[in-house]
């Protein structure tokens, strides 16, 4: 290799000596053929693990998240081999975890040197290079990676203005070991290009590795730039006005550990018969919790090329993680706070903002993947696993954030690891494991967003797009860290499905005047489970609605791209007139009077809970959707308009009434002379106030409207 004027000798010495210490300690380790000649003690009842190709063997505990078993595990000699999602002899999530537990426990035992543990098998098909942290850690996998492809930070930050073509090309021959020269075909335009566009030899080797070895150099760009056409218009078309309406959207940055540098996601080639949409499946995940502001540093960091700090814990450091995720067998990773643009960068704040609003809502398509490796620090990033009750206390462990919902996978591994005894370890993994099955649908919507609620977040908008996610709406509202949590939950409500957003509405008491929409805060005080016991919470099914048509959908479709609150309508079974004779007012099952049309007929319904306002003298028409009849509502009838050459009755909600299904069969059979079908749409809370001859009762009742209301409602007067 000729060596830059950086120092280049004497790294290329230290790591001669590395790899000659490495090869005499592979003669020190005896091979083995057959585990089963092991001794085996029949009393022993602990997990054995052998690392392949060599007759170190140990014996001891099963990790937390298993049960007890006596078999043998052998943990492949090849770290590329020992976590295996794809290809090939994958394994199993749970196999992957096992060979992870017991790398940790051989290293612990000393049966083997770290430098033959920790070593890659494919050192033929590069120079090997040993990678030490600056302190050593009390993390097996973050002490030293030793193999090929992944370079130090001394050959990573040799500037390219340092070098010429020459230099540049010995020094990716020797660490891909290969034998180009410039007269290869393309590659004299490609390298002279890659000297003029990137920072240092770290971000030329990034890009070019993946196509190396393809001897196609005078096409590299082309195909990066299609690629990055591509991924730009699938970004472009996902928004449309207020609206994400694709949901499906890769990371713009993933982070390549063999390089030691952040490269746009264009930078990969795509799997062979992919779609656009799809992410690498050679880039796994990294989920962790924030520790505090005390507890962490800004690194500004040239692996990202400084272009925002880097927020990190205290006691580690980026290359202690790049260390444990070689060890793990990682080549590309996405981690939040290398390849998410973070604050801290004035100068390109707006550009933060701007791509927030569609990054941040589409991050658990990342996490998405079922069998996609997601190494997970439950205790902070890089940090050591502590699985005791009293790190659950602290809201900024990975249980308590709203974030780490979306990143419960099924292919999840765990980070830190040190290998002794974790206090309360199962009981800590059980909890893991039910919330894995709830998030990867095997559990129910209820659960996880009483699980939302229960966690910490740094704003509520985090928290209202973390339900987005739970609810597996079809579109998303962008990411606007200026509207209210209270904008952002109606806008949110405009996504859900029709269904669920149904639900909502007809069991929440809304706080606005008229209105059919209970706030955030209400919502989410009603999945503490600590209501009244006959207020319904968050229905967990919607079969009742079936595909009947019955729910609330926006008046005009395209409000659903705007910033707008909307206005919503549904088909019904309308009786009117209706009159309430009397309105019980207590927490028991009340008991109204009711007068149905002409009639002077009067019948009496018994009323497990209500929300709204009944009065007397009012002339209601009572709603009900099809295929439900415990759900009544009080509303005014103010009129009729044409909205796409459909007749639409203009109505405002009083009250909703619940009641159970023998009242509500019984209701439904005296009103059916009266009812017909109508396409009935809501006023909003001010054009209600305006146009309703009953707004003053209404008010009396229900107390003095705030200035804003009114403000609001004489705008809208002609």
């Given amino acids: 290799m000729t060596s830059p004027a950086t120092g280049g000798d004497a790294f290329a010495k230290e790591e001669s000596t590395d790899i000659q210490d490495t090869s005499s300690a592979v003669q020190n380790v005896e091979a083995v053929t057959d585990v089963s000649e092991q ?45 295996r999602d794809r290809g090939v002899g994958c394994a199993t999530p749970e196999k992957n975890r096992l060979h992870l537990w017991g790398m940790v426990q051989l290293a612990l035992s000393h049966a083997v040197p770290e430098k033959i543990l920790f070593r890659s098998q494919n050192a033929d098909r590069g120079m090997t290079f040993t990678l030490r942290p600056r302190f050593r850690s009390k993390i097996p996998l973050q002490r030293v990676h030793v193999g090929d492809g992944a370079i130090p930070d001394v050959l990573a930050g040799v500037p390219c203005k340092d070098i010429d073509l020459y230099q540049a090309l010995d020094m990716l021959n020797d660490i891909m070991r290969t034998e180009f020269t410039l007269r ?51 970004r472009k078309e996902a928004i449309r006005g207020s609206c994400i309406q694709n949901s499906r959207i890769p990371p713009r940055h993933v982070w390549d550990l063999y390089a030691n540098r952040v490269l746009p ?23 962790h919790s ?7 540093l800004e690194v500004w960091t040239k692996i990202n090329g400084k272009r925002w700090p880097v927020p990190i814990p ?39 903002q701007a791509e927030w609003r569609l990054d941040v809502p589409t991050i658990g398509y990342t996490y998405s993947r079922p069998t996609t490796p997601c190494v997970t620090y439950f205790n902070g990033l890089g940090l050591p696993l502590d699985t005791s009750a009293a790190t659950l206390e602290s809201h900024r462990q990975w249980f308590n954030r709203v974030w780490t919902l979306q990143e419960s996978t099924l292919g999840w591994l765990p980070g830190g690891l040190v290998g002794g005894p974790l206090e309360e370890g199962r009981a800590f993994f059980d909890r893991l494991e039910d919330i894995v099955r709830a998030v990867n649908g095997f559990g129910s919507d209820l659960s996880l967003a009483q699980a939302l609620r229960a966690r910490a977040c740094t704003t509520e908008l985090d928290r209202i797009s ?37 639900e909502i509405s007809l069991h929440y008491s809304p706080e606005r005047p008229f209105g059919i929409w209970t706030s955030w805060e209400t919502f989410l005080t009603s999945l503490r489970g600590t209501l009244h016991p006959s207020r319904p919470r968050l229905a967990t099914t919607t079969s009742r609605m079936g595909s009947s048509g019955d729910v609330f959908e926006l008046v005009d479709p395209k409000q659903l791209y705007t910033s707008e609150h909307g206005q919503y309508c549904h088909w019904g079974y309308v009786i009117h007139p209706c009159r309430v004779l009397l309105d019980g007012s207590d927490d028991s099952p009340d008991i109204i009077q009711l007068s149905l049309g002409d009639s002077e007929t009067r019948f009496q319904l018994s009323v497990l809970h209500s929300h709204g306002i009944l009065l007397e003298d009012i002339s209601y028409c ?58 009935l749409t809501y006023l909003a809370t001010n054009e209600a106030l305006l146009r309703s001859p009953c707004a003053g009762e209404y008010i009396e009742v229900r107390g003095p409207l705030s200035s804003g209301y009114k403000q609001e409602a004489e705008q809208l007067r002609p």
């Fill in 314 to 352: 205290k006691t580690t450091t980026l290359d202690h993680i790049r260390i444990e995720l070689l060890n793990m067998g990682a080549e590309y990773v996405w981690l939040d706070v290398l390849c998410l643009r973070q604050r801290g960068n004035e100068k390109e704040e707006a550009v933060r």
């Fill in 290 to 296: 924030w520790v505090t502001e005390e507890d962490r």
């Fill in 265 to 287: 996601l264009q930078a990969l080639p795509p799997d062979q018969g992919s779609n656009p949409e799809d992410i690498p499946s050679s880039v796994w995940c990294v989920s």
């Fill in 622 to 679: 009572l709603v009900s959707l099809k295929d439900d009849v415990e759900r009544w509502a009080f509303c005014e009838m103010i009129g009729e308009r044409e909205v796409n050459k459909r007749t639409v009755v203009e109505v405002v909600r009083w009250a909703v009434i619940h009641t159970t299904q023998d009242e509500g069969a019984r209701l439904e059979a005296l009103t059916s002379e009266y009812k017909r079908r109508a396409y």
């Fill in 39 to 83: 001794p085996d003690d029949s009393q022993d009842l602990r997990r054995r693990f052998v690392l392949e190709g060599t007759s170190a063997i140990i014996a001891c505990e099963d990790p937390p998240w298993e049960s007890r078993d006596n078999g043998t595990i052998v943990v492949p000699a090849a770290l590329d081999q020992r976590i």
């Fill in 466 to 502: 973390g339900l987005a996610y739970i609810f597996r709406c079809r579109t998303l509202p962008i990411y606007d860290e200026s509207v209210t949590q209270e904008d952002a939950w109606t806008l949110l409500l405009k996504h859900m499905d029709p269904h669920r957003r149904t």
């Fill in 184 to 234: 290869t075909q393309g590659l004299y335009n490609c390298l002279q290009r890659c000297l003029h566009d990137y920072r240092d030899l770290g971000e030329v080797y990034g890009f070019l590795r993946p196509w190396w070895r393809g001897d196609c150099f005078r096409d590299i760009f082309t195909h990066i730039a299609h690629r990055e056409s591509e991924l730009d218009m699938i």
